[in-house]
């Protein structure tokens, strides 16, 4: 289930891709695109990125596949993730920024649907379902990877199905309680805390490996990053409020 619906999510942003670029190339050729100079600067716009920058994440999942791969195809599947994660991002925002009018819609959690209505009708009806696509595949990945975390921190005295309940319950309350600008930016520092975490026990292990203590300081920095993003990390509307 969770394979047919990621497909279909990563099947979905193509098709969005390839409207948005279309749309781009006919505001370009009538030389109506938009710039818009930035609303942010120096450090609350450091301190929204923080609070932005760790949502290209949730690839770890591989981690736990121990018993079904080795460690290098889980190695090459974590990155793999990671680029081509990175690359949609980058060309999607890039499409995004210079497309639309930064008052044409308002900030709210449905806009994008809003407007990618205006590039084609049946876009949002697309949008909706990768949306919910990607919200069960991402449940089903998150809740799997940090039920056998628990477990395997406790040593089994916790297992993975009270894991499961536990992360579930707390999931709700969340959802239906804050804003969710707020619940990225939670988001955010709670996975700079655990990649924080991961730096850590990482550099730990490179400076006690010969000739790897360049890449043992990598991690070093990396883990102090981190520790920033976890103080410093804002949402989008405490920073545009």
């Not at 948005?20 to 600067?41: D, E, I």
């Not at 005295?157 to 309350?173: N, S």
């Not at 043992?216 to 409020?241: H, K, R, T, Y």
Request: charged share 10%; proline share 2%.
């Amino acid at each position: 289930m969770e394979y047919s619906a990621v497909t279909l999510k990563l099947a979905i942003i193509v098709g969005l891709l390839v409207g948005l670029t279309y749309y781009f190339y006919q505001k370009a050729s009538a030389a109506t695109l938009f710039v818009h100079p930035p609303l942010l600067s120096g450090w609350p716009a450091l301190t929204l990125a923080f609070g932005l920058i760790i949502t290209v994440q949730g690839f770890e999942t591989s981690r736990y596949l121990g018993g079904n791969y080795d460690a290098a195809t889980r190695i090459k599947s974590m990155r793999l993730a990671q680029i081509v994660c990175a690359v949609i991002y980058m060309i999607y925002i890039g499409l995004f920024a210079y497309s639309f009018e930064r008052e044409q819609f308002a900030l709210t959690e449905t806009a994008i649907i809003d407007m990618m209505g205006i590039i084609t009708p049946i876009l949002p009806l697309l949008l909706v379902a990768a949306a919910l696509a990607a919200q069960f595949s991402a449940a089903i990945a998150d809740t799997s990877g940090s039920g056998g975390l628990v477990e395997e921190l406790t040593r089994g005295h916790v297992k993975a199905r009270t894991g499961y309940a536990i992360l579930v319950g707390i999931g709700l309350l969340m959802t239906w309680s804050i804003n969710i600008f707020q619940i990225i930016a939670y988001a955010s520092r709670a996975f700079a805390l655990y990649y924080t975490l991961q730096s850590v026990i990482a550099a730990r292990r490179a400076f006690l490996i010969k000739g790897s203590r360049l890449k043992g300081i990598g991690f070093v920095l990396l883990a102090m990053l981190g520790v920033i993003i976890v103080l410093f990390g804002n949402d989008l509307e405490s920073s545009n409020g």
